[in-house]
């Protein structure tokens, strides 16, 4: 069992309960009397190089409990995807303030990061141990069941298409939401959990895992129209052509890019504005609206899943567990045992960094443009207690009297 300092810190996009793995962390590194000081990195990695530390240590556990039920990163976070340089300076700052333990809490970007700083420390023959704690709205991370924010964020895409399914059939037409996803349809896919009749919608999903052909989308959009005389669309922000590019830079003149180069999905409204547009020209249909739910998921305040609360928080305390215990780094991994409970493991960081999970097969309808059973049965259990159902009247009509 190492000796010195442990220093968490918060990667990537937001979620609703990643304080709760911070504060796991944080909790359990205060029992173990080898631990002399908890510092949290401001601003993930960049903090790191910065040296811009909080002490932890001075922290209260009642405040500190207050945190982790509160959505979003208390640590702040970062974009910056560290490279090998980049990487070699995170070391050096953790070496100078005798960092022993390195948790990063995070999703794809942060997992390779932590494989780099840990082959780094190996190189140098310094003593430190490094954990990635999983993160991922996306739920894209390999050897995971499913991550933590996830939930969260399904839970928020399935109240909000049972609000658009309502307002829908209330006032009918084409409704197109688009949902955050740029190579895994997990969050897109959500929006079926909101359905209770079987005419109510997303009557149609679109999802990365699949060739979008805006033909078909158009003749998808005509059927169910003529079906339902409604459509409600749920659409993953990444769907792409055959050659792989996404839909929005075949449909748009100019497309926005972030500082890495790629196409800015999540930022924009333009995929629904563009799709809409499609349906209003080459279908003739008036009434069509289009969202884009972009941030709102990731943070979205009371509408958090009571299981992926608790298990955010074990993943942190899990973390800090298997550094202490074990003599290995890596990246801890839920995985489901029986109808649903989890187990946690301890994977090897290169089993996970730099890799990305899609929905399976099994969980995407043969026509593309759904979810089948076993993602239902997939997800249900992660959303937690107290999900709510959208009811109807019965349709017991009054015959005519005058217009018979």
Not at 158 to 169: H, K, P, T
Request: charged fraction near 25%; include cysteine.
């Amino acid at each position: 069992m190492l000796h010195g300092k442990v220093l968490v810190a918060q990667g990537g996009g937001p979620t609703a309960v990643i304080n709760q793995s911070m504060a796991g962390v944080v909790l359990e590194a205060r029992k173990f009397r080898n631990v002399e000081l908890v510092y949290g990195a401001y601003h993930g990695v960049r903090g790191i190089i910065n040296e811009d530390f909080l002490d932890l240590t001075q922290e209260t556990s009642h405040n500190l409990e207050m945190v982790a039920g509160t959505p979003s990163s208390a640590l702040g976070s970062t974009r910056d995807k560290p490279d090998l340089k980049y990487c070699q300076e995170i070391f050096k700052v953790l070496k100078a303030h005798g960092i022993s333990y390195f948790f990063y809490v995070g999703g794809n970007d942060s997992s390779d990061t932590v494989r780099i700083v840990s082959e780094e420390a190996h190189k140098a023959g310094y003593p430190l141990r490094c954990i990635h704690i999983p993160k991922t709205i996306d739920n894209d991370l390999v050897g995971n069941d499913h991550t933590p924010g996830y939930p969260s964020a399904a839970r928020f895409v399935a109240q909000a298409f049972m609000g658009v399914n309502l307002d829908n059939a209330a006032l009918t037409g084409v409704y197109v939401g688009v949902v955050m996803g740029r190579h895994a349809g997990f969050l897109t896919a959500a929006s079926a959990l909101g359905k209770k009749f079987p005419d109510d919608g997303p009557h149609l999903i679109y999802l990365p895992e699949r060739t979008f052909k805006v033909d078909q989308f158009l003749a998808d959009v005509k059927a169910t129209m003529d079906r339902y005389g409604r459509c409600v669309v749920a659409v993953s922000e990444g769907i792409h052509d055959e050659s792989g590019a996404p839909i929005i830079t075949k449909l748009a003149q100019e497309v926005e890019k972030d500082a890495h180069g790629n196409v800015q999905l999540s930022g924009t409204g333009a995929l629904a504005d563009l799709l809409c547009e499609e349906i209003k020209t080459k279908l003739g249909l008036k009434r069509v609206r289009g969202d884009t739910f972009g941030y709102l998921q990731r943070s979205f305040v009371g509408c958090v899943s009571d299981v992926d609360q608790r298990e955010a928080r074990e993943v942190g305390e899990k973390a800090v567990q298997f550094a202490m215990w074990g003599n290995t780094d890596g990246s801890v991994a839920i995985k489901r045992t029986g109808f649903y409970s989890v187990d946690y493991q301890l994977m090897p960081l290169t089993d996970v960094a730099g890799k990305t999970r899609v929905m399976e097969d099994e969980f995407i309808t043969a026509e593309g443009n759904g979810v089948t059973d076993a993602f239902r049965m997939y997800l249900r259990p992660l959303l937690g207690s107290g999900m709510p159902d959208a009811y109807r009247l019965r349709i017991n009509k009054v015959p005519k009297v005058l217009g018979a």
